[in-house]
């Protein structure tokens, strides 16, 4: 814990104090509302300097001590270090449980603290994924933070096994199955943060790869207006989700916000006056109100047959994951073709190529042409650090890219402690959002080939997601560097 922190996490929180400020003159207390005075008078005694109180009311005291205590004083990378090899690995792994609260655990066992202090430092840092790489000779650790990998830390190959074993107990997999690869969750909390953890396991030669998805629940209460949409795109992707049936699509690669754009949506409707269904393949988030179907396929539970239960539920709108073949797509369309709005996500690199994905896959064009609303597809852009990024004026080689639309000034990225020398911090949607009119439906209907689809949406005024992006580097939020890397393709 840091210095303005000195009480454990677990005594601030059973007891409501703790400490804000301290010097070696005096000390800033914060109190819940109902703590005792028992508990104030041995925080007096055991700082043993003069104190000021603050009394707050619970929900301000817990969103206070969940700032005090959200650091570690030392890095994941430090603690590894500091681990060794020589580990007794039958005690440290077997007998001891996944804690409640990161925070609230005072193990000292090298292995828990190492797995402790890396999830502590990815949930900090805002970091989607945790790599854990075995090699012939190391054991590599990275982050995934703003869509990009970076090493953190390499742990003593000897102890890639008992990081493994951990990971495993607290998912609830078999640490004896090391042949096959395994899925599993862990459900965290830090500082009181909700955290889902999906874990995955993978042999290789050298060992067996992890990978963690981390899961901040409190993402999943994001609006559509926190998304970043350009109000024009929000405008008429509401228009969409308002209709009462057809298919609307949200498109673009793993890891590019798809799934929180659909959770969006879904809470931009009223839960309580319609029956709204999901099925998922994993279920990301939970949202109130909202039936959702973990896919199955070791027991048979597919998207396919997920959906024609689900028609069976009198549903008004229905969700899904995602439309990986022919038979879910078929589904899809007849639930649209009986009075249902399908919201789903579909893997292609832009909304055009959308309707030919699904032509590809074996969708009828003339059904497609009668039940497709529209398409928004998207990408995820860093934004400048706003500590360090700076103005530069635009090289002749941006300025070609972009033409007249590029700026006379741009920003770039530099390095600073705050955005952990990366020089950029956060991410933001670019959105493309193809809405199908008349034009465009005579156009599937037809069998219009990418270029054509392509050709259409241009004309009719849909934005590019490089030509959503230039807003972006217009007011300064990214680079016209990064606009061009997500948007290259």
């Known amino acids: 814990m840091n210095d303005a922190a000195p009480l454990p996490y677990g005594f601030a929180s059973t007891h409501g104090i703790f400490v804000a400020t301290r010097s ?5 207390l914060v109190l819940r509302d109902d703590a005792s005075l028992a508990a104030l008078a041995e925080v007096r005694r055991t700082l043993g300097v003069p104190v ?14 969940a700032d005090a205590y959200n ?10 270090a500091d681990a060794g090899q020589d580990v007794d690995l039958s005690k440290l792994i077997t007998e001891l449980p996944a804690v409640a609260d990161l925070l609230d655990n005072q193990d000292d066992a090298p ?46 190959r000897g102890l890639h096994a ?11 997999l078999d640490i004896a199955e090391k042949r096959l690869p395994q899925d599993g969750r862990i459900g965290l909390r830090l500082a009181g943060r909700q955290v889902d953890v999906r874990v995955s396991t993978l042999p290789t030669t050298h060992g067996e790869r992890i990978v963690l998805r981390l899961l901040d629940k409190s993402n999943a209460q994001l609006g559509l207006d926190a998304l970043g949409m350009a109000a024009d795109t929000r405008a008429s992707f509401g228009a969409l989700l308002g209709q009462p049936h057809g298919i609307v699509l949200v498109t673009g690669p793993t890891g590019s916000g798809k799934s929180t754009t659909l959770y969006a949506a879904i809470q931009s409707m009223d839960a309580a006056r319609m029956n709204i269904v999901t099925v998922e393949d994993p279920v990301e988030y939970d949202l109130p109100g909202v039936g959702q179907i973990q896919a199955n396929p070791r027991i048979d539970l597919t998207f396919a047959k997920a959906l024609r239960a689900i028609l069976r539920q009198d549903p008004d709108i229905i969700m899904i994951g995602e439309i990986r073949d022919l038979e879910t797509a078929q589904i899809a369309v007849q639930a649209s073709l009986t009075g249902h709005l399908v919201l789903a996500t579909l893997h292609t690199n832009d909304a055009p190529s959308a309707v030919t994905r699904l032509v590809d896959m074996g969708v009828e064009p003339f059904l497609l042409a009668s039940t497709l609303r529209g398409v928004l597809a998207q990408r995820l852009v860093r934004r400048l650090c706003p500590m360090c990024r700076h103005a530069a004026p635009a090289t002749a080689e ?10 006379t000034t741009l920003w770039t990225a530099r390095a600073c402690p705050a955005c952990s020398h990366s020089g950029y911090s956060g991410r933001s949607g670019l959105y493309e959002l193809l809405v199908t009119d008349e034009a465009l439906a005579r156009l599937i209907h037809d069998g219009a080939d990418e270029a054509q689809l392509r050709g259409h949406a241009r004309r009719a005024g849909t934005r590019s997601l490089r030509d959503d992006g230039l807003r972006y580097v217009t007011d300064g939020l990214t680079s016209a560097e990064e606009l061009l890397r997500v948007t290259k393709d």
């Open 52 to 65: 000021s109180i603050t009394r707050v009311a619970r929900t301000v005291f817990e969103a206070r001590l």
């Open 162 to 172: 008992a990081m493994a074993s951990r990971i495993k107990i607290m998912a609830n």
């Open 24 to 28: 070696e003159a005096s000390a800033e």
């Open 71 to 80: 650091g570690t004083d030392s890095s994941a990378a430090e603690i590894i």
């Open 111 to 156: 292995i828990i603290r190492m797995i402790n202090a890396l999830l502590t430092q990815a949930v900090r840092d805002g970091a989607s994924d945790i790599h854990i790489e075995p090699y012939e000779r190391r054991s590599l650790v990275r982050l995934r933070r703003d869509g990009i990998l970076r090493d953190i830390a390499e742990v003593h």
């Open 398 to 407: 941006v300025a070609s890219v972009f033409g007249d639309a590029c700026p």
